[in-house]
Each structure stands twice: as structure tokens, then as C-alpha cells.
Nanobody
Framework: QVQLVESGGGLVQAGGSLRLSCAAS????????MGWFRQAPGKEREFITS????????YYADSVKGRFTISRDNAKNTVYLQMNGLKPEDTAVYYC??????????WGQGTQVTVSS
């Protein structure tokens, strides 16, 4: 079982940047695909990006493509989300998740990102 803890959220002005981290503990982190999701107030949780266990392939939602970058360091059991060009509509709680057997089964507690206009 993998446990996930996000960090790096905060308040930033529109156009600014933040880097989120997701530290994993437990076994076999490097074998899991990892992803980031977000949930804005009054909205459903949405997928924004994922990365394969090797880091060789990444996927992005259209809403963040070209602005956000996912990466991972398996030696540090950590996955990152670099967010540039932030917009007020990016305001949400951001969650990292681990994909096991084709489903997002393990979630972190979330970190708040607030973008002011």
C-alpha cells in the first residue's frame, strides 16, 4: 500500500508559478503510474495530468496543457507538478493519486492552490 502526502500549495497571483510535490511512502512506488487531480468549490474532481511509472509518457488535460508539467523522481519517491501561467480558474484543491491495476485507488489529502486576479 502506498501513502501519499502533497505539499507546495499556496496563494499566488495570476501569471505566477507554483510547484507541488507528492511524497510517497510504502512499497513499490516506482511501479505505479501517478496523477494529479483537482477539485474546485462546487465542482467535481477532475483529472489534470498523469505520468507512467517509468516517466516515459505523460498526459494532460487540455485546460493545463502547455502550462503544467508533471515529473517524478523514483529515487526520492516523489512526483511533482510544476504549474506556470496560473489563472484564477486554476484555484482548487489539488490531489495526487496512485494508479493500481488500472484505477486511481490511493489518494493524498490534498493541497490548496489559490490564484488571485
Amino acid at each position: 500500500q502506498v501513502q501519499l502526502v502533497e505539499s507546495g500549495g499556496g496563494l499566488v497571483q495570476a501569471g505566477g508559478s507554483l510547484r507541488l510535490s507528492c511524497a510517497a511512502s510504502g512499497r513499490i512506488f516506482s511501479s505505479y503510474a501517478m496523477g494529479w487531480f483537482r477539485q474546485a468549490p462546487g465542482k467535481e474532481r477532475e483529472f489534470i495530468t498523469s505520468i507512467t511509472w517509468t516517466g516515459g509518457s505523460t498526459y494532460y488535460a487540455d485546460s493545463v496543457k502547455g502550462r503544467f508539467t508533471i515529473s517524478r523522481d523514483n529515487a526520492k519517491n516523489t512526483v511533482y507538478l510544476q504549474m506556470n501561467g496560473l489563472k484564477p480558474e486554476d484555484t482548487a484543491v489539488y490531489y495526487c493519486a496512485a494508479n493500481q491495476a488500472g484505477s486511481w485507488q490511493t489518494w493524498g489529502q490534498g493541497t490548496q492552490v489559490t490564484v488571485s486576479s
